[in-house]
Structures are given as C-alpha cells and as structure tokens.
C-alpha cells in the first residue's frame, strides 16, 4: 500500500500470486488491504485536501510538480511497460505507445488547463448585484480502475484530478497493482506532499466497496464492467457521492460498399484484436454491406491469421494473451455459446500455445442480432461480423443501435455526407470516421447508455474534477 507518502504493509495481512499470462507463471506476490487500509488512506488524503498544500498551491507549482511527474515516468517509459506487460500480457510495443503517447500526455495535457479554466460573471434580473461562479476542486477521489491497461486507466482519472487540485485514493485492479506502485516512487521522488495520492490494492469486493462507501470520499470515477458500475451507483446513493462511470460496450463497426476496403479491414481487425480484443471500444459488432461482406469476412480471417502471437515481451509479438485463466475460459465460452446459437466460426475459437492464456483471434459469420455473442461483452478477441442490405442509414444506424451499450462506433465510407449522416444518427459517446482516433487526449471520451456516465479526457475530463459554486452578492 502506498498511505500518506508512506510504502506501508496491508493491515488486512493477505497476499495474492500475480501470474504472467504468457507463461501461467507466478512472477510476483502483492499484499491485499480492506476497510482498514481504505480507512487509513481517506484520512490521509482528506488531511492533505482539508489542511495541506495540494489544493492551495498557486497552479504555476501544482503545475511544475505534475510535469516533472510526466518527465519521470517519460524517462521510465520501457520499466513501466515492462510490468504492464508481463503484469497482463499487453505486448510490449503497444505498452509503450499506451504509456508514453496515454499516459504522459494525460499528465501534460491537464496540467495545461491549470489557470485556464475559470468561472464566469452573470448579468443576475436583480439591479445592484454582483454574482460570479468559482471552481472549486470536487475533494477526495477514489479512483477505482481495471487490469486492461493498468497505469493508463488509473492516469486518465489521476492527471485531471490532480490537476483540479483534488487528492486521490487509487485502487489498481487486483491482478495488475505493479505499474501504480512504482508510480508512487516517482511520486515521492518528484515531491508531491504526502497524502495527495493514496494507493490500497485489493479485491474489489472488499477494498473497492469499502472506498465506494466511505463518507469521506466526495467522488468516485470507476472504470470498468457494467455490473460493478451499477452497484456503484446503488451503494453511492446513501452518501450521494458524485459519480464517473468508464463501463463496457458492444461497439459497432460500419463498412459501406463505397469504403476504402484495406484500410477498413486492418481497421476493423485493429479495433477487436489489438490488446486481445480486452478493449472497451473494441469493435466487436462489425456491419458489412452485401456488396462487401465476403471480401471483408475474408479479410479479418486473413489478417488473424497473419497475426504473430507470442509473449508479450518479445517485440515481434503483435497478439498476446488475455490476462488470466479465467478471463481465456470466459473468452472461449462464449465462442462455444455462438456456436451453439448457430454462428459459423470462420477462423480461431480455440485456445493456443503451450504455455500461458493464449486465445487464437476468431471470426464469427451468420451471426444473428439476438445472440448473446452479439450482445454481450466477451472482452476477447472475437468479433461477429453481420450483413446489411439497403442502403437506408436510418436502418442501418438502428442495427448499429439495437444494443444496451453506446461506447464506439466506427463508420467506414468514402462519401463525406453518408459519414456525417449515420454520425448523427449513431448513439455511441465516440464515433470514429475513417480511421479518425480514438483516446485522443483532448477528446472527450465515455458512454451512452449503460456504456457509462460523464465523459474522460478533454476539458469535459479536467472540468469532472470542480465543482460550480456561485457567489452572490447584493451592493
Ligand atoms: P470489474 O468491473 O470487474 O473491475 C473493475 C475494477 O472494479 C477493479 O479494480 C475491481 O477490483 C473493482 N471492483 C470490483 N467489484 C467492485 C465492487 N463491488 N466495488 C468497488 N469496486 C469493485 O471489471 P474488469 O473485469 O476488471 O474490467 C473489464 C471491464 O472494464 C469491461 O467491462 C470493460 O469494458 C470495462 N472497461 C471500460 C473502459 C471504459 O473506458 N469505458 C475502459 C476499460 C475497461
């Protein structure tokens, strides 16, 4: 645990095995805390928000700590993608893009909207008044996060909460708590006062429920599965904490006859199998047009195919594992629920290698829009591809909709008005044009629907963090 600018033993006293998925090896042994440890760590970082430096500091300091936090971690890009990548088995070339291009940048970006965002005056009905909003920092975070890109999920909530001049408790998810904790080493190095962030590793059950319901958290920003977020919104409603919610998704992939094919295809097989498809905007719904749909059910067959799987350490590796036995035996399940609900399994559906959590990328045909492989998350390498006909996009955005999610969408046309039309149409929190990016950091990103609630990245991301307070004044 990481308390009060402290290394500290869990008081829980439990340890868990950490495994490498490429090898199903024990590599490491990370202690577990409860109540007790989340206890100790609100009130570590309620002192450093009530009483100390953090969000008083004039914003030129905050801001040179924040950046010299951002160097720190710049100068260890290949060390921190070393442990996300045996931690979960993201392949090490993409650990280094996430962490350098995500990670930094979140810390850069928000340090930039420090002095720059600000209340405003308002012309009241009432002669002889004067009324302004300030922003205030909404407090103490907890930032719950999940395993699929560990030290980028948990800085896209800790960049704009410290920058807002909020405190944090951070829990990692409990299979990758490494990368955070060498975190918190440059944390103490660069001088960030004590308290400012906090980090309780532990299951979820039991640290994060305890951090979802301690009164002395003002807000929780949780990404992860659907289930968990709702009963986040459930236990937080008897201390009505405010609420950011990152959830799962089913995002659909638009292919239309006038594509540019290739670059849709290698798209499209970049959207579901890059980090093993464990990607909340994966896009695991593809909708091709009849015209198209042979060459590009063909195509995601090839390019699997063509993928070099392999640890993720090895640099040629461009497909690693899923992150655990169970996440594989989930993966695997649902293929054979698709199989059983009549899809064609084009190519993939088994598990690979000798050793590790491998699963092959695997390509379903004749799937229909009410089999649970369609409608639920499998968070794998699985990708259904369906047919459309006409060219009605009032139609086809309904089948792009006819989902609980609304993450992603991605639109493949090379007709400028078709794109901006099903654009509007689609009800997605991010819709992805021709390849245009996704987790930009200045792109506010989140969910529709039961994809989520409020939106990361962006000034909507940094603006999460304050809260409005008006001020009126009678002269
Ligand atoms: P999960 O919901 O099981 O766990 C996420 C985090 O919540 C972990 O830290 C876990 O320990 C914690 N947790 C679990 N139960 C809890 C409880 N009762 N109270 C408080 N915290 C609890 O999800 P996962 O399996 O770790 O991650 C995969 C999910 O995350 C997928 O559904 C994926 O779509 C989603 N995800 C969403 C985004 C996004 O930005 N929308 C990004 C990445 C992942």
Redesign the pocket.
């Known amino acids: 645990m990481f308390i009060d600018g402290q290394f500290r033993d869990s008081r829980l006293g439990q340890e868990m095995d950490l495994i490498d998925p490429s090898t199903g090896q024990v590599f490491a042994r990370a202690q577990l805390g409860g109540a007790a440890d989340v206890d100790a760590a609100v009130a570590a970082a309620r002192n450093a928000f009530d009483n100390g430096p953090w969000p008083r500091l004039p914003s030129p300091e905050r801001r040179r700590l924040l950046l010299a936090l951002a160097d720190a971690i710049e100068a260890e890009i290949p060390a921190f993608a070393e442990i996300d990548s045996v931690n979960m088995g993201i392949p090490m070339s993409s650990a280094k893009f996430i962490i350098g291009e995500l990670s930094v940048e979140s810390l850069r970006y928000n340090a930039g909207w420090m002095g720059k965002i600000g209340g405003e005056v308002i012309n009241t009905a009432t002669p002889d008044t004067h009324v302004y909003t300030v922003k205030d920092p909404i407090g103490v975070i907890g930032a719950?996060?999940?395993?699929?890109?560990p030290l980028m999920?948990a800085m896209?909530k800790l960049a704009p909460a410290l920058a807002a001049g909020c405190t944090v408790v951070l829990?990692?998810?409990?299979?990758t708590p490494l990368s955070v904790l060498k975190l918190a080493e440059l944390v103490q190095r660069v001088g960030i006062p004590a308290g400012v962030l906090n980090i309780v590793n532990?299951?979820?059950?039991v640290?994060?429920?305890a951090?979802?319901e301690h009164p002395g958290v003002d807000k929780i920003a949780?990404?992860?599965?659907?289930?968990?977020?709702q009963?986040?919104l459930r236990?937080v409603a008897a201390t009505m904490k405010r609420v950011t919610l990152?959830?799962?998704?089913k995002s659909p992939v638009f292919i239309l006859p006038d594509a540019d094919l290739d670059r849709a295809i290698d798209a499209a097989a970049a959207a579901i199998f890059r980090n093993a498809g464990?990607?909340?905007?994966a896009g695991s719904r593809v909708f091709a047009h009849r015209k198209v749909f042979d060459k590009v059910v063909a195509g995601l067959a090839e390019r699997a195919g063509a993928m070099a799987m392999g640890r993720s350490l090895d640099a040629a590796t461009q497909l690693g594992p899923v992150v655990s036995q169970r996440q594989r035996e989930r993966v695997l399940g649902y293929v054979e629920i698709g199989r059983g609900e009549g899809a064609e399994v084009v190519c993939g559906g088994q598990a690979a290698g000798d050793a590790g959590f491998f699963v092959q990328p695997t390509v379903l045909a004749s799937v229909k829009p009410d089999m649970r492989v369609v409608r639920e998350?499998i968070?794998g390498p699985v990708v259904g591809v369906q047919m459309f006909e006409d060219d009605d996009l009032d139609r086809l955005a309904a089948l792009g909709n006819d989902s609980e999610y609304g993450?992603a969408a991605y639109i493949w046309t090379t007709n400028v008005s078709t794109a901006h039309k099903l654009a509007r149409r689609v009800k997605s929190g991010i819709v992805l044009v021709n390849g245009g990016p996704a987790l930009d950091r200045g792109v506010p990103?989140?969910?529709f629907k039961m994809?989520?609630w409020g939106r990361?990245y962006g000034r909507e991301g940094f603006e999460g963090y304050l809260e409005t307070k008006s001020v009126s004044i009678a002269l």
């Not at 532990?202 to 059950?205: L, Q, R």
């Not at 990152?246 to 998704?249: I, N, S, T, V």
């Open positions: 719950i996060v999940p395993w699929n890109s999920a896209v829990k990692p998810a409990e299979l532990g299951v979820g059950s640290a994060g429920q951090l979802v949780f990404t992860g599965s659907t289930a968990v977020g009963g986040i236990s990152e959830l799962g998704g464990q990607i909340c905007a998350e968070f993450l990103f989140g969910g994809s989520g990361e």
